[in-house]
Nanobody
């Protein structure tokens, strides 16, 4: 079980970006899914999560209002829309899944998630 993320690249400050991830080897209708990011020299940060049971969603407080997590219609994809991009958004972004909806009772914590992708890198141009 894993993910393949896409959509990263070099973007300009102030712009928007849509990241996607595709589940490999499983479908997502019974899994809690999340996006994380890790900047150079920083710890992995939970960005957003989505519960399968009741469509509940939580965002990192510092990012709320600029990010939107959504599930695709194929039961195998998850997306993250980021707007008003700034230099602090430069990071490697990862998709992850957990079997329990308790993993999205608040902003996601990496230790609660079992399935990960390799990530996609987002760099803000100067």
């Amino acid at each position: 079980l894993s993910f393949v993320e896409s959509g990263g690249g070099l973007v300009q400050p102030g712009g928007s970006l849509r990241l996607s991830c595709a589940a490999i080897g499983f479908t997502l209708e019974h899994w809690t899914v999340a996006w994380f990011r890790q900047a150079p020299g920083e710890e992995r940060q939970g960005v957003a999560c989505s519960r399968a049971t009741d469509d509940g969603i939580h965002y990192a407080t510092s990012l709320e209002g600029r990010v939107t997590i959504s599930r695709g219609t194929t039961r195998r994809s998850v997306h993250l829309q980021i707007s008003s991009l700034k230099s602090d958004d430069t990071a490697h972004y990862y998709c992850a899944a957990a079997p329990s909806d308790r993993a999205c009772s608040g902003p996601p914590q990496a230790s609660d998630y079992e399935v990960w992708g390799q990530g996609t890198h987002v760099t803000l141009s100067s």
